[in-house]
């Protein structure tokens, strides 16, 4: 039997297509005050919302960032998009957090999982 | 000025769509034998596929990974699934390195960028 921690990470498993993910590549500044608690406040605010389906979150220390949430429909990620919470952290985040980031909007065709059967 | 270091950490372009991404998240085992030449090989392998856009990858320590690569089209993508070298080192994942993972394949229907004006 493998070591395990408390709670085992797993990624978020493959959903029935069609569903859509947001992927959400960054690199932060060195001004990070006020971040953890708007993105707290934000991750709870998206997994409330109808539709969302799961998240998953990679950082390199000191490095590149991927947020990957996934939604049911394109209806359940505008919701998100133009939250006004979600707007302001947006510019929150233009304006002191983020050096640089990419999002890319993308409707999922296709996806499978794996999980390695119990030794 | 903020300080770089010496080659920039930037996120892949937000490029014209559509075109797809494949997201894979991922945990691996303690058995990572191999896996570094392997992963070296098939990094430069995907490089060389024409219709390849780019790569993001980001890992927590000790956790989940996660890794984005953006193709022009579905074409390239199948090129890259069937690739025999690759569905080789897919399996040595299965058997050895990865104790869970999901792949998402998705057609990016919109994406955008921001990039920091310099100070």
Redesign the interface.
Known sequence: M??HPEA???????CEPPY??A?F???R??NQRGYGETNARMEDLVRSLPGFLGM??????G????T?A?FRDADALTEWRTNTEHRAAQQRG?DDW???????????????????PQD
């Open positions: 493998s070591d085992p990470v797993v990624p978020v498993a493959a859509y993910a992927v590549t960054a690199v500044t060195a998953d979150h990679a950082q390199n220390p490095g590149l960032s991927i990957v996934y233009r983020y050096q640089s980031y990419t999002l890319h909007v993308a409707k999922v065709e296709r996806s499978h999982g794996f999980t390695r």
